[in-house]
């Protein structure tokens, strides 16, 4: 379980969500098939919008959800943000960093208006407000800023996200940025083809080259870690003029995989691979 703090600035929208609360958590329950549960704990600020309050914390995942009429409201808000951090900077000696905004708008009317978001917001949403949409913001804000330290499962292989770690039956193995993105990518939708066109949009997405070689060689070295991992439990195979799929063994050949393992460590009681 992983908690997650959301601070309220607004009266009227800490009570809206207030109401919402077990919905909300419910619809994180939903999300969290592949994932450590989250759970959200509701944190009023009031009407002001003071910096110290919005400060993230070491060990604590939050995010700040703000109503807003207009732009210029989030604009001092960002004003303000440069000014308090200096001075906090300076009276705490240590670097802080303001946690991910999600302002809630009334109407789009208040994007149409706006040429630039400012950089202080991570996303937006409108009133009324959808708790799963919320929910869903919430989690991929949390995610995109690295503030969700995610244990993804999937079956016997469970991904860490902290670390870019993949795990297997208690063996483990290291992945790149682009290898990690790709395995996520293929466990979540295991068994399903994956068309070349969604790979070039996760490379894209990640700022990596979306040149069909170096997709086809993160493929390849992805697939290298999964076969050495799994001892050719799970691969990834290509489908003619479709895309990429990965595929696995039957349950009853991955229990004899699992206790084969219990014969394979090393001389220092650890396992060869690493």
């Not at 682009?178 to 994956?194: K, R, T």
């Not at 691969?235 to 393992?261: A, M, N, P």
Request: glycine share 4%; proline share 3%.
């Amino acid at each position: 379980m992983m908690n997650v703090q959301l601070k309220i600035i607004g009266d009227h929208l800490f009570n809206s969500i207030n109401e919402q609360l077990l919905s909300l958590n419910e619809a994180f329950r939903n999300m969290s098939r592949h994932i450590n549960p989250l759970v959200v704990h509701l944190t009023p600020l009031g009407e002001r919008r003071s910096i110290a309050d919005m400060i993230l914390q070491n060990d604590v995942a939050s995010i700040v959800l703000m109503q807003v009429s207009n732009i210029s409201s989030i604009e001092a808000l960002q004003s303000s943000e440069r000014k308090e951090l200096m001075v906090l900077r300076s009276e705490t000696g240590t670097l802080l960093k303001v946690a991910p905004v999600i302002v809630v708008m009334e109407s789009e009317k208040v994007i149409s208006e706006t040429r630039d978001m400012p950089e202080i917001v991570s996303d937006w949403i409108f009133n009324p407000i959808s708790v799963p949409e919320l929910a869903h913001r919430i989690y991929t804000v949390l995610k995109r800023k690295n503030l969700l330290k995610a244990r993804l499962h999937f079956g016997a292989l469970t991904l860490l996200s902290e670390v870019r770690t993949l795990l297997f039956f208690g063996k483990s193995i290291h992945l790149t940025r682009s290898e990690f993105a790709l395995a996520e990518l293929f466990l979540s939708q295991m068994g399903s083809v994956i068309p070349f066109s969604d790979l070039v949009l996760l490379f894209r997405s990640t700022g990596k080259s979306t040149e069909g070689s170096n997709i086809r060689v993160t493929i390849f070295q992805l697939r290298l870690k999964l076969e050495m991992l799994t001892k050719g439990q799970y691969t990834v195979v290509s489908v003619y003029k479709q895309g990429y799929c990965l595929k696995q063994k039957t349950r009853s050949t991955l229990k004899e995989v699992s206790d084969s393992f219990e014969d394979r460590f090393d001389k220092e009681g650890r396992y060869a691979l690493r």
